[in-house]
Structures are given as C-alpha cells and as structure tokens.
C-alpha cells in the first residue's frame, strides 16, 4: 500500500468520524452502513483494478486495518479532551469504554467500585463511562443537569412511523417550546 493510499484512508476515517460521531452518542447504523458501503465499494474498485485475490484481500485487510486504528485513535481522543464530560474526574479506562464498569457489574462489585472511585477522586461526580456519571451527592444534580446537552438516542425510539413530537425530540429548540405550551395545558389542574 503507497503512502497515498495509507493518507487517504486515514483521511477517510477522520472524516467519518467527524461527520458521523457527534459527541453525545454515534448512530450506529449510520457508522456502520457507511463502513459497510465502504467495504463495497473498494471491492469493487479492486475486482476491476487488480489481477488476483490475495492482493485483493491483503489491500481490503490493511485498508481496514488502517480506518479503524485511526477511528479508535480518533475517538479515544476525542472521548478523553473534548467530551462535554471530559472535565469530570475519573479514571481515562472508564472514559474510554463501558467495558471496565461492566466488569465490575458482571463481578457483581460496581457499588463498591464506584464509592472508591468517588473516595480517591474526592468528588460527589465521577466519570465511569464514555457518557456515564455516577452522582453520589444530590446537591450536585443540579450542576450536571444545568447544561443544554443534546438529548440521546434513546428518545428517537418513541418516534411512530418517524413522527417527531416533544416526547422524542433531541433538538432542544423544538423541545423547548413544546414543553412550554403542553405545561400551560396542565396549570391549575
């Protein structure tokens, strides 16, 4: 593989992660619809620009090789510095992946981990996933939940036949509102 073809690819991950790994939370089924799309499309290319299989397979295997080291570089990266919760104290194997604290729950200690966790830090919030507080002081929710961050994934799913309403929006300016005049509906009741 040239040096052209490695920058490329590199490139291509960067770009994917930037245009489909906002911070909140991925969607997966666009990562991985654009990674798979991908795949065919170098296939493709290869079956008409190569003359054997090995070679095929060897340039899909390091092409491969190449965009997910630099997508995990890329994500562990922005995960640990540029995540609203990165200036929330805690261990960076916790930041990184929620493979540590489900471990912990799987060797049915979590409680204990995480009260270590807020004794070593000395801190009421600690950071123990990617996108995962724990909260042991309940003066401190009102500082976590003061921000606007954008809502998750989980609030598409209430969505009928694709149907947006306050309920399963994530954009905070059409929420908003909506919240507004349904709380109107509810005073003095």
């Given amino acids: 593989m040239t040096m052209a073809e490695t920058f490329t690819i590199m490139m291509a991950a960067i770009a994917c992660q930037v245009l489909l790994s906002p911070i909140p939370e991925p969607s997966t089924i666009k990562v ?9 499309a170098l296939f493709l290319y290869l079956t008409f620009a190569s003359t054997g299989i090995l070679q095929i397979i060897i340039r899909i295997f390091t092409s491969n090789a190449t965009f ?22 805690g261990p960076a194997r ?6 540590f604290i489900a471990n912990e729950y799987r060797l049915g200690r979590v409680s204990y981990t995480i ?15 990617p996108n995962e507080v724990s909260i042991i002081n309940a003066d401190a929710v009102a500082k976590v ?9 989980f609030y598409e799913i209430g969505a009928i036949n694709g149907e947006v309403n306050v309920n399963t ?4 300016g059409k929420h908003t509102p909506g919240e507004r005049f349904c709380e109107q509906c509810y005073q003095g009741v």
């Fill in 68 to 89: 997910l080291l630099t997508a995990i570089i890329i994500t562990a990266f922005r995960r640990l510095y540029f995540s609203p919760l990165s200036h929330i104290p």
């Fill in 115 to 129: 009260k270590a966790l807020h004794q070593e830090y000395k801190s009421d919030v600690v950071r123990i996933g």
């Fill in 169 to 172: 929006t994530r954009d905070y």
């Fill in 32 to 40: 991985i619809s654009v990674y798979l799309s991908s795949n065919c």
């Fill in 145 to 153: 939940f003061s921000g606007k961050y954008p809502r998750g994934t």
């Fill in 94 to 99: 916790f930041a990184l992946t929620k493979l």
